[in-house]
């Protein structure tokens, strides 16, 4: 199975601000995909944004970004003016790609955003 | 478009008791299925993957078993219920991996309470 590593069980941000969630995955492919999913108090999964793992360029979503490293296995989430509706678990995740005929979906343990007003 | 069910959404069961979620999927055709587990302030766990109607892949060994009877239906069962299966139970369905959709959509999740 795949290993998605999130190291921050836990971070806060005032509103307007900018905080960065970290990931790390561990994989031999080379084709992949990586999400960032958000779960509200709901605990309703919602994606954030997706990159795929072929294109150099980094995604992004509104106030939503990634700093993708392919080399260094490392998919950040940047989320700029923090607004707290924010406020939620937000998990990285790591899929199999074209080369597998599986594509399973692996998630990291999580991250516990806050966002104070 | 698709849509995804899941029911119950909330459930307490008695230890030793058996257990049957069930998920469909609306809109679309063979589509991948998993089921995942997300203990108290944990990640998402994968239990059980399917590409196809009587196919699954279980990811861990565990008191859990799951089916594919139909196409677009999912079952996560068990034959007799332990504590340490309490959690929050989410079914989810993709695509195939390189189709234009990438990512899972997930069910609204069950709150299972074994006592």
């Known amino acids: 199975a795949q290993t998605v590593t999130q190291s921050q069980p836990e971070m806060s941000v005032q509103e307007a601000e900018t905080v960065t969630l970290s990931c790390t995955y561990d994989?031999?492919?080379?084709?992949?995909?990586l999400f960032w999913y958000k779960q509200p108090p709901s605990r309703q999964m919602i994606l954030v944004i997706r990159q795929e793992a072929y294109k150099q360029q980094n995604a992004t979503e509104n106030r939503f970004s990634v700093n993708f490293q392919k080399a260094a296995k490392s998919f950040s989430l940047k989320i700029s003016d923090s607004q707290l509706g924010d406020t939620a678990m937000y998990f990285c995740?790591?899929?199999?790609?074209?080369?597998?005929?599986?594509?399973?979906?692996?998630f990291g343990r999580g991250t516990q955003l806050t966002v104070w007003p | 478009s698709q849509t995804i069910h899941q029911w119950p959404a909330t459930l307490v069961q008695p230890v030793g008791s058996p257990l049957s979620l069930e998920c469909t999927v609306e809109g679309t055709s063979n589509p991948n299925l998993y089921w995942y587990r997300q203990a108290a302030g944990r990640g998402l766990q994968l239990l059980f993957y399917s590409v196809g109607i009587g196919q699954i892949s279980s990811e861990v060994p565990q008191n859990l078993s799951a089916s594919r009877p139909q196409d677009r239906q999912f079952i996560l069962s068990s034959k007799k219920l332990l504590l340490s299966d309490s959690g929050f139970y989410l079914c989810a369905w993709s695509t195939l991996p390189g189709q234009l959709l990438t990512e899972a959509f997930f069910g609204q999740g069950t709150r299972l309470t074994v006592v």
């Open positions: 995740a790591f899929r199999e790609g074209r080369g597998s005929t599986l594509g399973r979906l692996y």
């Open positions: 994989t031999s492919e080379n084709n992949y995909y």
